[in-house]
């Protein structure tokens, strides 16, 4: 365990009243639990019903046993253990039914993530930057994706097949109001009429971002903090400075940012790319405080869907005029409209380019100007559109499909250009800073990209299959509607043979996995001495160590179904560019096998994408209306949305731009007070709330604080696929800046592991699971195996605890960044021989 500053003698501190020493009552403790996902209640993590809000809301706050609510105050109260505290998070991401609603942003979230996945610098280079454009380009692509997605279905199925076709018109009642004979009958008009749905979902996304923008990552930081006390006494709390959020005597405080985090004067700073970044890059003032790039992102989104609306309206008009009146004034209207919305289009991707994060200090521009003329233009190009498309035109008739249809080829093809880009941008950067613990060799972020596409085509092109089945059933009998565009149709044929190579990719490991179980088996026994042999025990045992063991190959079949998605989608956009036709279709007069095979796939990817459809649709209703369900979605999101939101603003809001100054207040405003010491306890994604708030902690009171992890996934996954933020480097960074660090850790947990390995002290494990073989007179019933839950069931878990408080007691007199020597292992039972270090592979 490194621990930093000058090391004291232990004994008890004195003051002095009139010549005579006096002891001095020692300072008290603190220990604030972090849960992780799936969140818990503060009954469950403080062990008692009885429990008290001391600071915080509904959505997130910190809690105490009733007995311990004023426990500071209390002289007589035993000054051995620490005062425990939970901060509860969870409905951060699972509090209201709303939150069923960020299903539909599934990609736009995953999209977000590939952002911060890329690998880490050695310094600040023009590639980081150009890495950060071609996702944010991406996550551009993706909401286009969506938008057109939507004209698809309301504008094509909807407006142009099913009420230009008096059959389904009069199958469905309300769309007879739009078919032959009516008022708006003309194509045109019920084009203009059917862009509203489209319209109201980008406006509906605009309200989510606009709405979670204000309550997260609009929050300003405090222009000051207040210092901690350096002895055991009540320290004063100093005004805050003018504007600053103040907190108050009792140790709360309002929402903000990170103490010490100063307003930048300058309103215009450079983005981040362009800037040092340093090996502690979310330490940095403004790292949770995204508000003016979410809000210029917002509204090129925005834009970019408004104007694929206007021209899903005015591109099949203006061919139409083309067509039947070249040289028309309408004509004429057409080439300027479609002009203007090129212009608004590129502007909107100089918007998307131009500018990143700005880390180096808060950035509390909002560019009003900016974002409100993108929106309001976008939206009067699409009226201007909708009414270019209503003019009379009494000879026009729909037919076929809706012109345009093409687009969603071309969106396929950027896309993959975009993702190859980014890999080899990616690539780069990793052949400059190497790290073995990269996930894919830093090549992590293009393929979380390449699955956010994929997922985007597979929803969106579920929602177009479903109602153009729908639409059919109810037409009766006559020619079927030509339906969606035909390359929709040959995605969803590439789903079956995807979904066959997972499957096979899935059995390998499992295979592998009862391969390793019978290896393990046999010495699981010898582990437990005196306690016999069970073979069903062993094999217990040795099935969870094997089963957690699986985490490690997530990266590479996230990797096998990125590059499948790449090669199979490029097959899809050929396939339906070449023949211009349906698979089935497209494979009749081959051979009878391939025929059958083309149909085949077809039909099990129509059926393949409907039902992912209804799924999505399913799952949601149940979110919104069931708290369990709900918080079973919160999990993906306690996973997805830890990260600010970078590339895509209507992602879900990023939690931990409110969990990390909640926790970083709580723990600078009670050691300002009380002059006490603080174990941060984290467990699972708790521990990585936990790391990011010490980073964000003024050096004198990061020297009060003792960092606890379990179950930490620091390394194991954050490490892996994050590598830029929670690498080898930054980790050690974190090491060097902490007094004392302790990590727990279980060979059977799938989810935690060593942060630093070998190397280092900081690991204890691979912890003993079960805590008993047999029954024994201290377990006298079945020992369970816990895995990645409940550490704090194993006894180290408690001296640990102690003993990073007499560290921290030993060298609180001194000042932080000196060399300090290096303490010997908490004393107590080791959990397993040799526990100091984890074996070698099992790193992360």
């Known amino acids: 365990m490194l621990v930093r500053g000058r090391a004291r003698a232990a004994g008890p501190r004195t003051c002095t009243t009139g010549g005579a020493a ?99 610098a050695a310094a600040s280079t023009r590639t980081v930057r150009l890495y950060g454009v071609l996702v944010r380009l991406v996550a551009l692509s993706l909401t286009v994706l969506l938008v057109a997605a939507a004209c698809e279905v309301a504008l094509d199925l909807v407006a142009w097949q099913c009420a230009g076709d008096a059959r389904c018109a009069a199958a469905r009642g309300p769309l007879e109001l739009l078919g032959p004979g009516s008022a708006p009958a003309q194509p045109g008009r019920r084009l203009a009429l059917a862009a509203l749905v489209p319209a109201a979902l980008t406006g509906l996304l605009w309200y989510l971002a606009h709405r979670t923008w204000s309550a997260y990552e609009s ?80 509204a090129a989104h925005t834009a970019a869907g408004l104007l694929t609306v206007a021209a899903a309206v005015s591109v099949p008009t203006a061919a139409r005029d083309r067509r039947a009146a ?21 502007a909107v991707v100089v918007v998307v380019c131009r500018r990143g994060r700005a880390e180096r200090r808060p950035d509390p521009a909002r560019d009003l100007a900016l974002t409100r003329a993108l929106t309001a233009g976008a939206l009067a190009l699409l009226l201007i559109a909708a009414g270019y498309a209503a003019w009379d035109r009494p000879d026009w008739r729909s037919a076929g499909r809706l012109p345009g ?27 400059r800073a190497p790290d073995p613990r990269a996930a894919l060799r830093g090549l992590g972020g293009p393929a979380v990209a390449m699955l956010a596409c994929a997922l985007g085509g597979v929803m969106s092109g579920g929602v177009a299959r479903w109602v153009a089945d729908r639409l059919d059933d109810g037409a009766g009998a006559g020619a079927p509607l030509p339906g969606p565009p035909v390359l929709l149709s040959w995605q969803a044929a590439v789903l079956p043979p995807l979904a066959v190579v997972l499957l096979l990719l899935a059995a390998g490991f499992a295979v592998r996995g009862l391969a390793l179980r019978r290896r393990l088996t046999a010495g699981i026994a010898a582990e437990y001495p005196g306690q016999g042999v069970d073979p069903a025990r062993s094999r217990s045992v040795a099935g969870a160590r094997a089963a957690a063991t699986l985490t490690d190959a997530v990266p590479w079949l996230a990797a096998a179904v990125a590059v499948l998605s790449l090669v199979l989608g490029a097959a899809a956009v050929a396939g339906a560019w070449l023949t211009g036709r349906v698979p089935g279709e497209a494979a009749r007069g081959s051979h009878p096998l391939l025929t059958a095979a083309a149909e085949a796939a077809q039909d099990a990817g129509s059926w393949l994408t409907g039902f992912a459809f209804l799924l999505f649709v399913t799952w949601g209703r149940r979110a919104y209306r069931d708290p369990a369900a709900r918080r079973t979605v919160g999990i993906l999101w306690d996973v997805g949305t830890f990260w600010p939101r970078a590339a895509h603003p209507f992602a879900p809001p990023c939690y931990a731009e409110r969990a990390v100054p909640d926790l970083t207040w709580r723990i600078t405003t009670w050691t300002a007070r009380t002059g006490g010491r603080v174990v941060l306890s984290g467990h699972s994604q708790g521990s990585v709330l936990a790391a990011a708030a010490v980073r964000q902690l003024p050096p004198e009171v990061r020297a009060r604080v003792a960092l606890l992890t379990h179950g930490s996934p620091l390394a194991r996954l954050y490490g892996r696929w994050f590598p830029a933020y929670f690498g080898p480097e930054p980790l050690s960074a974190l090491h060097r800046d902490l007094v004392c660090w302790r990590n727990l850790w279980r060979d059977t947990d799938p989810i935690g592991g060593p942060v630093l390995g070998a190397a280092d002290d900081v690991d204890l494990g691979p912890l003993k699971d079960p805590l008993a073989y047999g029954r024994t007179a201290e377990h ?20 640990e605890r102690q003993a990073l408080l007499a560290r921290l007691d030993s060298v609180s007199g001194g000042p932080v960044g000196l060399p300090g020597p290096r303490l010997s292992p908490a004393p107590g039972p080791p959990s397993a021989p040799g526990a100091a270090a984890g074996p070698p592979g099992t790193t992360g």
């Open 219 to 298: 929050q300003p930081p405090p222009q000051a903090a207040p210092p901690a006390a350096e002895g055991p006494a009540l320290a004063p709390v100093p005004d805050p400075a003018p504007g600053a959020t103040a907190p108050e005597p009792d140790g709360k405080s309002a929402p903000g940012r990170a103490p010490g985090a100063v307003r930048g004067a300058d309103s215009d700073p450079a983005p981040e790319e362009d800037r040092d970044l340093g090996a502690d890059p979310l330490g940095r003032p403004g790292f949770w405080y995204g508000r003016r790039l979410v809000a210029r992102l917002r």
């Open 780 to 799: 006298p019933l079945p020992a369970p195996l816990l895995g990645h839950e409940d550490y704090q069931a194993d006894p180290v878990f408690a001296a």
């Open 22 to 120: 006096v002891p001095a009552s020692p300072p008290p403790a603190l220990e604030l639990l972090v849960h992780g996902v799936a969140g818990a209640t503060p009954e469950e993590l403080l062990g008692d019903p009885r429990t008290v809000r001391v600071t915080g809301d509904t959505t997130a706050a910190v809690f105490r046993r009733a007995e311990d609510a004023d426990a500071e105050d209390r002289p007589e109260r035993d000054p051995g253990p620490p005062i425990p505290e939970a901060y509860c998070w969870s409905r951060l991401t699972s509090g209201n039914g709303a939150r069923a609603l960020w299903l539909l942003l599934l990609p736009f979230m995953v999209v977000n993530l590939a952002h911060w996945n890329r690998p880490a």
């Open 405 to 431: 249809d093409a687009v969603f080829g071309l969106l396929v093809l950027l896309q993959a250009v975009l993702v190859l880009g980014s890999a080899v941008t990616a690539a780069r950067l990793h052949r």
């Open 326 to 346: 070249p040289g028309s004034t309408l004509d004429a209207a057409g080439w300027v409209i479609q002009g203007l919305l090129a212009a608004a289009a590129l």
